[in-house]
């Protein structure tokens, strides 16, 4: 809430990422609706939680900042990788030949 500078509706349950991907599942899979995505996928709201101020406020957006310049310096780097790991599994699968 603080890095999003709004109020963040929490999730009822700690398994909000999997309660996320069953609802992109039931979306794009089933062609659920938003609002059966809502009522039988996400559930209500468990609490809101407002943004913080102040020295706290402070120290999210100074820690945002780091985390954003971190990923644009590696960003170069993503598709070095994903073509190594490729290769390694060429590598790989010629091993098991």
Sequence with gaps: ATTLRTQ?????SA???????AALGAR????????DLGARWVGAPEETVVPR???IAAYA???????SALVEAVAP?????????????????????
Excluded: N
């Excluded at 963040?8 to 009822?12: A, F, G, H, T, W």
């Design 28 to 35: 794009y899979l089933l062609g659920a609706s938003r609002a």
């Design 61 to 67: 957006d100074e820690k945002y900042g780091i985390f």
């Design 8 to 12: 963040v509706e929490r999730s009822p």
């Design 53 to 55: 101020e102040g020295e």
């Design 15 to 21: 398994h909000a990422g999997l309660r996320g991907l």
């Design 77 to 97: 780097f993503w598709k070095p990788l994903c073509d190594l790991q490729t290769r390694a599994g060429q590598l790989m699968e010629a091993e098991t030949r």
